[in-house]
């Protein structure tokens, strides 16, 4: 595996002038962002070596570096998810070459279910924890001490300072955010009302199918900040009758983009 990260980190180190230091992932419907970086340097994933292939509709599939918010950024166009098939390896191979690469702060997306109450579509929430229901965990397996600890810590893993920061930001430039935790599961169905009731009891305040198993990776690699942002697709409070689709998930992220933008362009000065 250090072998394939390290051939992946030369073939992009290979193709850019200045080493980012931001890893940017960009979940459903949200990849826009990676359209306005300044002088990009763009790579689909067929051509990184060993990196998977996205098979999600809303994720473009590439991998885009260039200059925002007068960082070097290197943003995923799309990412990979656990029940595509993947390994929780694989989902996580392209954290691990970014920060091979040189990203030392990561700024992770997502679109999700609304669990609380007070939430609406459109809310972005500002992540402040997780839990992970996903079934599953891209550390278990053989550890190299080299890269990270056996049991590496993840209280805390939302970097607090950037959570009060993003909150800060999206008040003065009138984003509707909010706080609060996100739980992972496997997907690809969307969950069961009895689901969704057992995890607002748990304490979630919304739930998807992703970003965990990166962030754990980020963490145990020793990446130094992490923000993460949930953009509230649908509302999923396990009460009443609240159908949700793919396409209508797309359609709601794309809706909240313009403060999305706004946001990342704001927080990437902050970094």
Same mark, same amino acid.
């Given at each position: 595996?250090k072998e394939k990260i390290a051939q992946a980190a030369r073939f992009i180190g290979d193709k850019v002038k200045t080493r ?165 599961? !496997? ?42 942002? !949930? ?40 970094l």
């Open positions: 595996m980012p230091t931001v890893a940017l992932v960009l979940g459903s419907g949200l990849g826009k962002f990676a359209d306005e970086l300044k002088n990009p340097v763009v790579i689909p994933y067929e051509e990184i070596p060993y990196f998977p292939i996205s098979t999600v509709k809303g994720h473009a599939g590439r991998m885009v570096i260039g200059e925002a918010g007068g960082k070097q950024v290197m943003a995923m166009q799309g990412r990979f998810h656990y029940y595509e098939g993947y390994s929780m390896q694989e989902i996580t191979f392209p954290m691990r070459v970014m920060m091979a690469v040189g990203a030392k702060d990561l700024i992770i997306t997502n679109a999700s279910g609304g669990l609380n109450r007070n939430f609406k579509v459109g809310d972005l929430m500002i992540m402040t924890d997780h839990m992970n229901h996903m079934g599953g965990n891209p550390l278990i397996g053989r550890n190299d001490d080299d890269v990270g600890p056996r049991f590496p810590p993840m209280q805390g893993v939302y970097t607090p300072e950037l959570v009060e920061a993003a909150m800060l930001i999206g008040r003065q430039i009138g984003a509707p955010v909010q706080r609060g935790v996100y739980v992972a599961v !496997s997907g690809p169905n969307y969950e069961t009302a009895a689901e969704l009731r057992a995890f607002r009891i748990l304490g979630a305040d919304a739930v998807g199918m992703s970003t965990v198993p990166e962030v754990i990776v980020a963490a145990h690699g020793g990446i130094r900040r992490i923000l993460g942002i !949930s953009c509230i697709t649908d509302m999923a409070t396990g009460e009443g009758h609240e159908d949700v689709n793919h396409e209508e998930v797309i359609a709601a992220a794309a809706a909240a983009q313009p403060y999305f933008l706004e946001l990342i362009r704001k927080m990437l000065e902050r």
